[in-house]
Nanobody, 125 residues
């Protein structure tokens, strides 16, 4: 599976961005796409994840109510709609794909075997 993340950029606090993660290659309905982020000097942090089949989702408490994950299976693309962005959301955002994950493990980056390159999101105050 190859992943291409896009949509990052510079935005003012309170603004919005939509990230996209396009998958190509061998894919399957039991796959889960997750978004993670990593700020400078910090550990990688789970943001949100969605299962391709059925659409089961999980969102981190830190972004719940502001970020929404969705998918377009026909295009093998997962989106992360980010609203009410704050400076603390500044990070490199990565999408990843794993298979066979249960909901309770959606936030475990060790369960994801495929990773995209990441896209920078910078929120200015």
């Amino acid at each position: 599976v190859q992943l291409q993340a896009s949509g990052g950029g510079l935005v003012q606090a309170g603004g919005s961005l939509r990230l996209s993660c396009a998958a190509s290659g061998r894919t399957g309905n039991n796959y889960v796409t997750g978004w993670f982020r990593q700020a400078p000097g910090q550990e990688r942090e789970f943001v949100a994840a969605i299962r391709w089949s059925g659409g089961t989702m999980r969102t981190a408490d830190s972004v719940k109510g502001r970020f929404t994950i969705s998918r377009d299976n026909a295009k093998n693309t997962v989106f992360l709609q980010m609203s009410s962005l704050q400076p603390e959301d500044t990070a490199v955002y990565y999408c990843a794909v794993g298979s066979g994950l249960i909901w309770s493990s959606f936030d475990d980056d060790r369960r994801y075997g495929y990773w995209g390159r990441g896209t920078q999101v910078t929120v200015s105050s």
